[in-house]
């Protein structure tokens, strides 16, 4: 039943948890792993607080979720974990994007997730996504956010009415 409910009717709950997202375009997902992911692992890991970090790395980004022991602060969890990752910053690959941190909520989560396939590299790929589909997607009115993602998927989300949304890309 729960899998049925529209999200407008899911209370909005913050958990003691964060996302980390940091891109290498380029590199292959056992380099990510091994220059990134794993540097970052260590130095989260040492962090106030953290209760658990997973992490998955793919083609070109690592993605870690570290949570927090229940009963902290929020606002303190995500100063720590920023000083853990600007310590961290200096040994990972130069080509390597800037950590980007987002705090866990359920008003986060995506209405609809697109993976896209072509012929095309990866990087003209998700060019031709962000100067066709996404203008085309963020222009619709029940259109909250939406962005190309790596590998190239985009994701939409929409406000409180998500039934109404009746337009397939």
Not at 24 to 51: C, F, H, K, M, Y
Not at 100 to 118: G, N, Q, R
């Amino acid at each position: 039943a729960a899998t049925q409910l529209q999200q407008a009717l899911l209370p909005n709950i913050t958990v003691p948890e964060f996302i980390v997202v940091i891109s290498d375009r380029n590199a292959s997902p056992e380099l990510v792993d091994r220059q990134i992911a794993q540097p970052v692992i260590a130095s989260v890991q040492g962090t106030t607080g953290v209760d658990t970090v997973l992490s998955q790395s793919s083609a070109g980004v690592a993605l870690l979720e570290v949570t927090f022991q229940d009963g902290t602060d929020s606002q303190t969890d995500q100063q720590n974990l920023t000083s853990s990752l600007q310590k961290v910053e200096p040994q990972l690959p130069s080509t390597a994007g800037a950590p980007s941190i987002t705090a866990f909520s359920t008003s986060l989560l995506p209405i609809l997730t697109y993976s896209v396939s072509s012929d095309q590299s990866l990087g003209d790929l998700a060019t031709q996504l962000n100067q066709v589909a996404v203008p085309k997607l963020q222009g619709l009115t029940v259109t909250r956010t939406c962005c190309v993602g790596a590998p190239p998927t985009w994701t939409v989300a929409t406000p409180s009415n998500p039934c109404s949304f009746g337009t397939a890309p």
